[in-house]
């Protein structure tokens, strides 16, 4: 296996304040890898220093063989990575079909129809909701566009902030469930942050444990749930949800 | 009822407040100088009408059980008008020069004026979601630069209209990039600055603007090189098509003129919305962080929706200096910018034909209000309206914010709040 994302030594600050504290991480092609952290380790920070915003002060960043660490945010998004930002952040006056139009326009994707129908068959509820507006879909269906819309530039790394915030355990189950199947059947390297630790790391290949903007522990999703101490700070009460 | 009546006496109150320094006391011109006059009748009856509309606005609203009805109907209703209405206001555009009246022509041209200049801060304010209270800079930036070009280089306005678009879309871009990082309230004081600025420059670089003396004999557009001049001689629209010469057909010249140049605007950011640009602007409105998400350039977007939106200023710019033959800066002051800003936030943020609605009732309505109310008097020889007619002017402000008091409570999104999508699935197979 290659890597596909690979950070060595990444710091980031928010003025003064340190955000990342040497990261290193790597995700190989064709993985599903998970970052876990209690809120404000700097989960959601990471992944959008990949995305240039803020920049990293140290280290370096590279994908698919290239630095991207200088590179301005449009230019890093128009290399085939994509992000469902956290909060989801769909356009709420436009449709959905503009929605997921603005995936694809952006990075030029001209084979719009087949792209929509590979998401359709992901959600098949944006099919139903297409000429809707974007703020009156439920939060799962929202999060579902936003999932789409990143997959409508055809990314190679797909970013997921968060999928899970906010909604209920069953379309929790439904997201994933699809965040699996297009790893399982197209390849697709993805990236997830999240708080929802133990349905997290049952989904990805491996998984890293982020704490006060370090990288504390690292391992296989498996290797990670057995561990005593995550079940400790982060499964406690909640592996039963599942 | 108590809660309705309590209601009443509080707003009876307010108006009493108000109007007691603004109706009851009237200074009045005598031979002994002035002369404080009261009013305590005209008062008691404002007050009285504010303490029963009140009551009756309140008992009304209690007595429908969900205020939010009229408004989902009413929005169902103006879709359904807008199929009619947009094609009835063109042709009623067209013909209006028919009418051979001077009056309305002219009326109708500072009308199109207006809704050229709603349609353009429209892109910048209703799609891109950036609130500029500054654009009158850049219609006086097109008026400016037809003026001096005119009377610089003996340039004719067909030459310089294109010009005029390309410098203030210049003045758009030097705008745009100091003001790229600004959102919101912050954005809002940098354009009003910017409005500001150009026209103090234009008041004190006399050597160039002629200062506040303004730049006169800006000269008129022509007709395939035809002038509209009044000697009727070889060259003159007049000679040309062996008419006798007479002012009007210089008016209505001048209608079709903005009516052609408003449409283009329409056409353009109608076109605009479609692609992929457009969408970009339309995205940024909604959320900045996901465009970036998503790839696209921010700044470029902004600079863009920028020069645009500044471009139309300043064709409506250079078509306001022909029409008047004279720019100053007193034309450009902030009323101006506030006066696009409330067509297009009254409109409908986004709204083509809101705006165009908008424009009409605030610039034509209060107007024609004025010459019905002129009509009456004559008609009854009724002095209180012609009172009212001859004050009008004066409260037109007062008009002005009520009516855009009233539209944000009954309608908080502008006239035509419905968003027609950008784009459908094509029907497939």
């Keep these: ?242 | 009822m108590n809660l309705a009546l309590r209601d009443a006496f509080l707003s009876a109150a307010a108006a009493l407040g108000l109007f007691l320094p603004m109706v009851g006391f009237v200074a009045t011109n005598t031979d002994q100088g002035l002369v404080l006059t009261y009013r305590p009748i005209a008062v008691a009856v404002l007050v009285a009408m504010v303490f029963v509309g009140r009551l009756i606005a309140v008992s009304w609203r209690g007595r429908s059980a969900r205020p939010q009805q009229p408004n989902a109907e009413l929005a169902a209703r103006f879709a359904a008008a807008g199929k009619y209405l947009t094609p009835l206001l063109l042709v009623m555009a067209l013909l209006l020069p028919l009418s051979g009246s001077r009056y309305y022509v002219d009326l109708g041209t500072l009308v199109l004026t207006y809704i050229m200049l709603g349609w353009g801060l429209n892109i910048v304010v209703g799609l891109a979601g950036l609130l500029d209270l500054g654009y009158v800079a850049f219609y006086a930036v097109g008026a400016y630069s037809y003026a001096l070009l005119a009377e610089s280089f003996g340039l004719g306005f067909w030459t310089c209209l294109p010009l005029a678009g390309i410098l203030a879309a210049f003045a758009g871009l030097l705008l745009g990039f100091p003001v790229l990082r600004l959102r919101g309230d912050y954005l809002a004081i940098v354009t009003l600055a910017f409005g500001e600025i150009i026209r103090v420059v234009l008041i004190n670089w006399v050597s160039l603007t002629h200062g506040p003396n303004g730049i006169s004999g800006v000269p008129r557009p022509t007709l395939f090189g035809l002038s509209f001049s009044m000697d009727g001689g070889e060259g003159t629209v007049a000679g040309f098509f062996d008419i006798e010469p007479e002012t009007i057909q210089r008016v209505v010249f001048l209608y079709y003129v903005i009516f052609g140049l408003a449409l283009l605007t329409n056409w353009v950011t109608l076109r605009l919305r479609r692609l992929p640009l457009g969408r970009a602007w339309e995205a940024l409105r909604e959320d900045e962080v996901a465009c970036r998400s998503l790839g696209i350039d921010v700044t470029n977007t902004k600079l863009t929706a920028f020069a645009i939106g500044a471009m139309f200023g300043g064709f409506a710019g250079a078509f306001f200096a022909t029409r008047q033959a004279f720019v100053s800066p007193e034309s450009f002051t902030f009323i101006e910018s506030a006066t696009v800003l409330a067509i297009v936030v009254l409109g409908g943020l986004g709204s083509q034909l809101g705006v165009a609605l908008a424009a009409l009732a605030m610039v034509g309505g209060l107007e024609l209000l004025r010459e019905l109310l002129t009509e009456i008097a004559e008609q009854m020889g009724s002095p209180i309206f012609a009172g009212l007619a001859g004050e009008l002017p004066t409260y037109r402000m007062l008009i002005f914010g009520i009516a855009l008091v009233v539209v944000m409570v009954l309608r908080p999104r502008g006239l035509v709040s419905g968003r027609t999508p950008t784009a459908t699935l094509p029907a497939r197979a």
């Design chain 1, 1 to 242: 296996m290659s890597a596909l994302l690979s950070l060595s030594g990444v710091t980031a600050y928010y003025g003064a304040i340190q955000a990342l504290r040497g990261v290193d991480l790597v995700v190989n092609e064709g993985e599903i890898v998970t970052l876990i952290g209690a809120n404000g380790a700097g989960k959601s920070t990471l992944m959008m220093t990949v995305c240039g915003n803020p920049r990293a002060r140290d280290g370096r960043i590279v994908y698919g063989g290239q630095d991207i660490t200088d590179l301005p945010t449009h230019a890093i998004m128009r290399r085939r990575i994509a992000q469902a930002p956290e909060g989801r952040r769909i356009f709420g006056r436009m449709t959905v079909y503009e929605n997921l139009l603005m995936g694809a326009e952006v990075s030029g994707q001209t084979d719009v129809p087949a792209l929509l129908e590979q998401v359709f068959a992901l959600f098949p509820r944006l099919k139903e909701r297409l000429t809707q507006r974007g703020g009156t879909l439920s939060g799962g269906e929202q999060q579902m566009l936003a999932i789409g819309r990143a997959l409508m530039s055809r990314p190679r790394l797909l970013l997921l902030d968060e999928p899970s915030l906010g909604l209920a355990p069953l379309v929790v189950k439904l997201i994933f469930g699809a965040i699996r199947e297009l790893n399982r059947t197209s390849g697709l390297t993805v990236l997830l942050v999240e708080q929802n630790a133990y349905q997290a790391l049952r989904l990805a290949h491996r998984g890293y444990v982020l704490v006060n903007g370090a990288i504390t522990m690292a391992g296989s999703g498996a290797e990670l749930l057995a561990r005593p101490e995550i079940r400790a700070a982060y499964l406690e009460g909640s592996s039963h949800s599942a």
